[in-house]
């Protein structure tokens, strides 16, 4: 059984067989200097850890296999006769050889692989860097030739002629196309990952340049932050196991989800939020209703498909399963909440569940969940009497929160409503781009409405000097129409949220809406008596009138 040692040779087959078997796996023997725990290349190091561990394994077999010899016998007293007597020492001490020189390799090996490993990362560090950059330094020189554009107006001139060939330019180049051997780092394409479009499609010049410079701004936070907040999140996310309510989980949560564990996640806070309404078959017997006769509904709902979320390509594509599973959710909700049935904007927190979740049955729950248990109950109803109420709580506190804004928007005269009372009633489904949409979604699912008005607070405050600087009300009410489109910074934003927003007390916001409420129900009163008022004068008028007619007639007759 003796064998020829031949370690440089030994090591170039073994490398051989290494090559065989790409892939990653965990190192256990600990033969060398590897951190057991550590995810290493299996072409580095584990194969030759088991090429190590098999030949320990037949050295042991040999020692079972022989008699060992006398513990006083040393190894320079090994002749011919000890040869005889223990044939397979040569062999032992040949593996034991082995093992030390490929012990010795494999160490020099990993680190190797561990400085290539270093440097590779900083290298895509610099480069996400760079690149991030990049897209400030192209952003700053869109917005640099949006403001000349304004300044220059529709003045006829060369200047003028130049300055728009710039714009074009600028809107039609994309930097991935500059050199075909680049490396693509951002995410960012023409769709995100949820499907809709990351540079708007505006008709307007001035509008598409707009959309240019957000989405070069997106994509410069995406980069600057996908080391250092980004990756620490995703591993707190996987490291954090079963779910259970935790004011660790209400920080990630505010923080973001990342999008693989969206959907378990988002489940999770609907089952918390519906497992009193939850019943098994519910979904389908739903369906299976509105099969038997159609709901008053259905021809709304039918006009509202064509109408939800145009940039998004899963709604606008006519080969997709998306606006036939988003049919089915709305008319399935309709039967299960008659009171409501069907309202304009539950197209459009519906089809967000659907974006996320997928499974229709899911996304219904979700929107269960949304009209039923997180808004109040009057939300959805004719006369939106809820959705006025927070209105007017949003209006105070934007008076104590942010004075300086409010006397300004006050001083021109700008009705605030008009731009938010859409927010809250789809959650900014129409108005963030998905990356924070989705973020402001996760905490909303779990603590509820208090999140929508800490959104809307933080908005303005984002924004806030650039609203102070516009000194007329129709520039304002412009601006305030695409703003929120503006944000990129999710972080900053979040930020702002949940600690520059500081205190926001629950007790606050009920008191608030309490107070408004009565006062909003004393208005209706009013309005109701005085219609009532209105009725009954119209119909004394009408009354007066045809006991005139018919005493003309009477008299035509006498005559």
């Known amino acids: 059984m003796h064998r020829s040692f031949q370690p440089g040779k030994t090591l170039e087959i073994i490398l ?28 580095t190091c584990h194969v030759l850890h088991f090429q190590i561990n098999q030949a320990m394994w037949e050295s042991s077999l040999l020692q079972h296999r022989l008699h060992s010899p006398p513990a006083h016998t040393s190894m320079g007293e090994k002749g011919p006769e000890f040869q005889r007597k223990y044939p397979g020492i040569d062999d032992m001490e ?52 949006r403001r000349l554009q304004e300044a220059l107006g529709d003045e006829a001139s060369e200047c003028s002629e130049l300055l728009r060939q710039l714009v074009q330019e600028a809107l039609q180049w ?64 996987a490291a954090l196991g079963n779910l259970v309510p935790s004011a660790e989980l209400k920080q990630l949560l505010r923080a973001g989800v990342p ?46 498909l064509n109408r939800t979320f145009p940039n998004n390509k899963h709604f606008t594509c006519p080969t997709s ?40 049955e899911s996304a219904f729950w979700c929107l269960v969940a949304i009209v039923e248990t ?15 109420v927070d209105q007017r709580v949003l209006q105070d506190l934007l008076s104590e929160k942010l004075p300086r804004l409010m006397a300004h928007l006050g001083q021109h005269h700008v009705d605030l409503s008009l731009i938010t009372f859409n927010w809250f009633l789809v959650v900014f489904a129409d108005s963030l781009i998905s990356n924070i949409l989705l973020r402001v979604w996760d905490a909303f699912l779990y603590e509820g409405t208090k999140v929508v008005f800490r959104y809307a607070l933080a908005i303005f405050k984002y924004n806030e000097k650039e609203i102070l600087r516009l000194q007329n009300g129709l520039e304002i009410y412009q ?15 979040m930020n702002i949220a949940f600690n520059d927003m500081n205190p926001f007390r ?31 004068r119209r119909a004394s008028q009408r009354r007066a009138m045809s006991e005139g007619c018919a005493s003309e007639d009477e008299v035509e007759g006498e005559a």
Not at 113 to 135: F, G
Not at 514 to 532: F, I, N, P, S, V
């Open 16 to 43: 051989a067989r290494v090559k065989t078997h790409p892939g990653r796996a965990r190192t256990t023997c600990g033969l060398c200097t590897c951190d057991p725990d550590e995810e290493v290349p299996q072409t």
């Open 259 to 304: 999008r693989e564990h969206r959907p378990r996640v988002w489940r999770w806070l609907v089952h918390l939020r519906v497992q009193h309404l939850h019943t098994p078959g519910c979904y389908q017997e739903l369906l299976s209703r509105g099969q038997a006769r159609e709901h008053p509904a259905a021809r709304q709902i039918e006009l509202d």
């Open 174 to 237: 994309e930097a991935g196309e500059a050199s075909s051997d680049s490396i693509e780092l951002s995410p960012i394409s023409e769709y995100d990952e949820y499907g809709f479009l990351t540079v708007p499609d505006y008709e307007v010049e001035d509008l598409k340049l707009l959309a240019k410079i957000q989405a070069l701004e997106v994509r410069s936070h995406h980069l600057l932050g996908l080391e250092a907040v980004d990756r620490p999140l995703r591993e707190r996310w």
């Open 374 to 388: 997180i808004m109040p109950a009057d939300y959805y109803c004719n006369t939106l009497t809820a959705s006025q």
């Open 94 to 145: 040949a593996y034991r050889t082995q093992n030390r020189f490929l012990n010795s390799e494999i160490h020099q090996v990993t680190k190797i692989w561990r400085k290539v490993a270093e440097k590779e990362k900083a290298l895509l560090t610099k480069c996400a860097y760079l690149q991030a950059r990049n897209c400030q330094v192209e952003s700053k020189c869109l917005a640099g030739l």
């Open 321 to 360: 399963s998306f606006p036939d599973k988003l049919r089915r959710v709305l008319l399935a909700f309709s039967w299960q909440n008659p009171t409501i049935g069907y309202c304009q904007g539950l197209n459009r927190l519906a089809a967000i569940a659907l974006l996320v979740l997928e499974e229709e």
């Open 506 to 536: 629950m007790k606050q916001l009920r008191q608030l809406r309490m107070l408004h409420r009565e006062r909003l129900e004393a208005e209706l009163r009013e309005l109701e008596q005085l219609k009532a008022e209105y009725l009954e």
């Open 479 to 493: 601006y305030l129409r695409f703003f929120t489109k503006t944000i990129s910074n999710s972080r900053k934003l």
